[in-house]
């Protein structure tokens, strides 16, 4: 018989770093989760993308047990580590900080199109580089659509 | 490590953003609230100048307010500790809080309390290290536990018969708790605790036997530093890692010049044994 699901837990993490601390610590140990179990398999888990900040969504079942799902990494991250800034700009309208080619977006789009509400990568893309001018971060060159009308 | 707790009351489009930024300087944690976010960091790296800039950067785009406050050192896994089941390793160890009766038909009787630490025997590798321990020579020996957690590790090579025992980790909790957790289980004597790395153990200290239970990416980083602190014919035990990490975990010891002893695995889990034969 599959276990009944008690509630979800959703936070953000950075990779490799579980630690009983806030946030963690007070959202699953109020449920009687065993906190040091969650954090070593998130750790575990989680090697290869060492202080990335990652999404994680907790099922936490009443025999307190749990299991999760991580999420692809928010898309200003990804922004981030594609045009190797270490922020956004200062004056995101006045100064830009740095650029990504459409290609870049693409990669971007399709690695979050699992958790976006979006059905074409188009409409991923479009809201991935929407996010990049809110950070002040170029988009070179034209949109593949716009390529598309002018063939 | 004392944290302070950053609410943001912003709109959803500017949530991932914050969180890139915050994750930049220093913020390590973030939970969605229904006003926007909440984000966690050690009381140390706070920056109020730093934590101003940021909001000031998109406060021309949306509105950002915002309140910050230290939040307590508490004990959260209290709630699970206070109603954990006793562990058995086959029937030689079971590992128990003092609320459990004890039973003498094992042979090792270990009570940890674990206060927020890591390292019950619930988690796979506590169970495998343990296991391998039993199989492992400890009499005479010192042996080394590095990120100790409750001690559980350390405690267990004291009652196989260790001549002394160096257990450390980076967490402030899990010191305090491996000082409780030997003090329960009578090892206080030749048994030392620090906070700290490998890299805190002077290099003249030898050990006949290392247990560490860490991670992948500090294990592949820190075997090479094993390797100097044990003695020739002395093994060491790694686990913390995943099935899939083990053949990079070889590979690195191997490199080292040690020699796999043998490989155990639990519900995805790995514990390596490798021995110095030179």
Known sequence: MAKEIAGYVKLQVKGGQANPSPPIGPALGSKGLNIMEFCKQFNGRTQDKMGMVLPVVITYYKDKSFDFVIKTPPAAILLMEATKIKSGSAQPNRTKVGSVSWDQVRQIAETKMPDLNCFTVDSAMKMIAGTARSMGITVSGKAPWEENKEA | ?278
């Open chain 2, 1 to 278: 490590m004392n944290y302070v707790e950053l609410s943001l009351t912003i709109t959803p489009d500017y949530t991932d953003i914050l969180t890139a930024e915050l994750a930049e300087v220093g913020y390590e944690s973030f939970v969605e609230t229904d006003e926007g976010l909440n984000a966690y960091i050690t009381e140390d790296l706070f920056d109020e100048a730093a934590l101003e800039a940021v909001i000031a950067k998109y406060q021309i785009f949306t509105a950002i307010a915002h309140s910050w406050k230290a939040l307590e050192k508490k004990n959260w896994n209290e709630e699970w500790e206070r109603s954990y089941e006793p562990i058995e390793v086959g029937r030689a160890v079971r590992v128990r809080a003092q609320f459990h009766e004890p039973d003498d038909s094992f042979t090792y009787d270990l009570l940890i309390t674990p206060k927020m630490s890591f390292g019950t025997g619930h988690h796979a590798t506590t169970w495998l290290v343990m296991n391998e321990q039993l199989s492992l020579p400890h009499t005479g020996l010192d042996i080394m536990d590095v990120g100790c957690g409750t001690g559980i590790l350390a405690i267990l090579g004291r009652k196989l018969g260790a001549k002394s025992i160096v257990a450390f980790d980076i967490d402030e909790w899990a010191v305090e708790n491996s000082r409780e957790n030997f003090a329960l289980n009578g090892v206080e004597q030749d048994a030392e605790v620090f906070q700290g790395t490998i890299t805190d153990v002077p290099l003249e200290r030898q050990f006949g036997g290392i247990l560490a239970n860490i991670n992948r990416n500090i294990l592949l980083s820190e075997i090479t530093h094993y390797v100097q602190h044990l003695l020739p014919g002395g093994w060491l035990v790694v686990s913390g890692f995943y099935e899939m990490d083990e053949p990079d975990i070889v590979q690195c010891a191997l490199e080292n010049g040690l020699t796999k002893v043998r490989t155990d695995t639990r519900n995805e889990w790995a514990t390596v044994v490798f021995e110095k034969t030179s």
